[in-house]
């Protein structure tokens, strides 16, 4: 009689440590293995301690977001961005508008060497901000007004108050239309700002307003009467811009670092000649979604696994041969604030490069990550390129090339008879039967 087979208490361990172990494997082996974006901790740089409580609601939302931050005096001796070759931080965050000297090892050029790494930087200025920071904000790609008195002031677009002052407390509304940076949900309130201007050049690609003024704004002294016309007016006043570096750092600059405070957060607007008054103003969501882009929770892009082969083949060959059929992909990810999502558009384009593009394809996308193409190489050998560069207003930029060699064909593997040859052949044989015909008829003819 046969038994059944048993197995020991150890055996059966090993099998379900085992099989766990596969599932785990297969499971990260189908998710991108790619580590988020940036880090959590910020360096925050202050005038006065009390600003830490006049604006804790804006800290306490990157704080519920995971970041660590890092409260000093601008003028902390001990204050240091970096420790040798090491940054200690990943962001930095200036709330300190008239500092004239930061303490420790932090000056301008530390600043925007941290900024050129590829850190984040936040600048809040006022009507008292210091030609350090103005000079920091210009290194950044703004200007603001030369005149160390001026304000931003609208007579039309002010906020309606039990004083209504000097009209430089003043409400906006025009924002950038784009929701990567924004978010997707509408911010219904405007925003309350009281600040100074700046001005963008408009040639700067890398440099664009996310908050304008109005058309009836302008920029002067509140409490002096108008001599000339005012060098800053209209929309073309910028009251918050952000920069977006070519290393993908950003920066965000904003003239008013009353409109991050808590009295602003939980103030009720209204415009003056509008009916209808909100109960909170726009500052805390324009703000907290802001942040958002600007520590790259949104629209931060991601390349792996670039490919590209012989058509019905799967490995990379070394080089290719004029008129080969190929394949191009890559695997391009999204990081959505908590993990890595596939990225989905219709606009990522691949460029077969040498001087200039003699091939240029949009990518068409599987909507799991993976962008594809086919072509046929160009008949002109030499040492090309695959090139990706993709630039999407909010995005961080993607550039990505990789160098293959193209050769012509070999002399035995051209065809044998040329079809677009037919015609010389023609013609040499119609020669040769001429020549016989026309010697027979000369030794012939009498």
Not at 365 to 390: H, I, L, M, N, R
């Amino acid at each position: 009689m046969s038994a059944s087979p048993s197995f020991s208490p150890l055996v059966l361990l090993l099998i379900t440590l085992i099989t766990l172990f596969s599932s785990a494997f297969f499971a990260a082996a189908a998710s991108p293995s790619l580590s988020p974006p940036r880090g959590k901790k910020i360096l925050v740089l202050l005038d006065d301690i009390a600003v830490k409580s006049s604006h804790s609601l804006y800290f306490s939302s990157l704080s519920s977001r995971g970041y660590d931050l890092d409260f000093k005096l601008s003028g902390d001796p001990s204050a240091s961005l970096r420790h040798y070759s090491h940054y200690l931080y990943d962001g930095l965050v200036l709330f300190c508008p008239s500092t004239e000297r930061f303490g420790g090892s932090i000056d301008q050029a530390a600043i925007l060497d941290f900024v050129d790494s590829g850190h984040d930087l936040i600048i809040a200025a006022d009507a008292n901000a210091s030609d350090l920071i103005k000079e920091i904000a210009t290194e950044c790609g703004v200007d603001f007004d030369e005149d160390p008195s001026a304000m931003v002031v609208d007579h039309l677009s002010y906020a309606v108050s039990e004083y209504e002052g000097d009209h430089t407390l003043i409400v906006a509304n025009d924002f950038i239309q784009a929701d990567i940076i924004l978010g997707n949900k509408k911010i219904e309130a405007p925003v309350l700002f009281q600040g100074i201007g700046h001005s963008i050049n408009p040639a700067n690609s890398l440099v664009f307003k996310v908050l304008s003024a109005s058309h009836a704004a302008y920029s002067a002294n509140p409490n002096a009467k108008l001599s000339a016309p005012p060098s800053l007016s209209g929309s073309a006043i910028s009251l918050v811009s952000v920069m977006q570096a070519r290393n993908n750092a950003r920066v965000l600059i904003s003239g008013s670092l009353s409109m991050f405070s808590n009295r602003f957060f939980r103030s009720s607007v209204q415009q003056y000649g509008a009916t209808i008054r909100h109960q909170k103003a726009g500052n805390e969501q324009f703000l907290t979604e802001i942040s958002k882009w600007i520590f790259h929770e949104r629209g931060h892009l991601q390349a792996m696994n670039v490919r590209h082969n012989k058509a019905g083949e799967v490995d990379e060959p070394p080089m290719y041969r004029i008129n080969d059929d190929l394949e191009y992909s890559v695997e391009i990810y999204e990081w959505s604030g908590t993990s890595w999502e596939p990225y989905v558009a219709n606009d990522v384009q691949v460029q077969f490069y040498m001087m200039s593009p003699y091939v240029l394809k949009t990518l068409s996308a599987d909507k799991k990550g993976v962008f594809s193409t086919s072509f046929k190489v160009p008949d002109v050998y030499g040492v090309f390129q695959f090139k990706v560069e993709y630039q999407k207003l909010g995005y961080t930029g993607l550039s990505l090339s990789k160098q293959i060699p193209v050769r012509p064909f070999r002399h035995n593997e051209y065809e044998r008879f040329i079809p677009t040859a037919y015609p010389y052949y023609g013609a040499a044989f119609s020669m040769m039967a001429g020549f016989f015909l026309f010697t027979f008829v000369h030794l012939y003819n009498k």
